[in-house]
């Protein structure tokens, strides 16, 4: 995985961690999880898009934001009391906003995504979304006194929100 992404990865991850630790009232409940499901396993998702990073980066956040969870703990696939299977469907990128003379500011990136939360000992799907969606924006030049930024910016900000989407349906909902 590209190292620059990594690290924003990283620092978008203790973001998160830092508005957690902060004494924020709200926590996550195992209570609409079957009493049996204790560990997650998370494999890599297949990926059907032409952004080759897609998968690693998506999986490595997922795996970090089940470990800061307290609900499931992460397992291997053969001790797993469930799986959490993801296929990444498409990546776009396209112009978002333009300055006065039609030069790109911003780009928008969007990864659709089919994901399911699966019951591995009682073989049942517990929650299945077929085209969850999720998007950002990045500065491809400078906008608003904030510096141009490269397209894995936008990349991390979205598979942010992508883990974040799916990790609540999973441990809050489905």
């Given amino acids: ?14 973001v998160g961690l830092t508005g957690l630790l902060s004494g924020c009232p709200y926590g996550f409940s195992s209570s609409l999880l079957p009493g049996h499901i204790r560990t997650v ?7 059907r898009t032409d952004r080759g990073d897609l998968s690693s980066v998506l999986a490595d956040s997922l795996v970090e934001a089940f470990i800061d969870n307290p ?19 498409e990546y776009h990128r396209a112009p978002f906003t333009y300055d006065a003379s039609e030069n790109v500011l ?3 990136v969007e990864v659709i995504a089919e994901v399911r939360f699966v019951d591995v ?6 929650w299945e979304e077929k085209r969850m969606r999720q998007w950002a924006t990045y500065n491809h030049a ?11 910016v936008g990349i ?9 989407d799916i990790l609540t349906r999973t441990v809050e909902g489905w």
Avoid: F, H, T
Wanted: proline letters at 4%; hydrophobic letters at 45%; a negative charge.
């Fill in 71 to 89: 609900v499931l703990k992460v397992a291997d696939e053969k001790d797993a009391d469930s799986l959490l299977e993801a296929v990444l469907l």
């Fill in 1 to 14: 995985m590209n190292k620059r992404l990594c690290g924003i990865l990283a620092m978008l991850s203790l």
């Fill in 41 to 47: 396993a998370i494999p890599l998702p297949e990926n």
């Fill in 121 to 126: 000992r009682k073989n049942k799907v517990l």
């Fill in 106 to 108: 911003e780009y928008r």
């Fill in 142 to 152: 400078e906008v608003g006194g904030q510096p141009a930024e490269e397209e894995d």
């Fill in 156 to 164: 991390a900000r979205v598979v942010v929100r992508l883990r974040d």
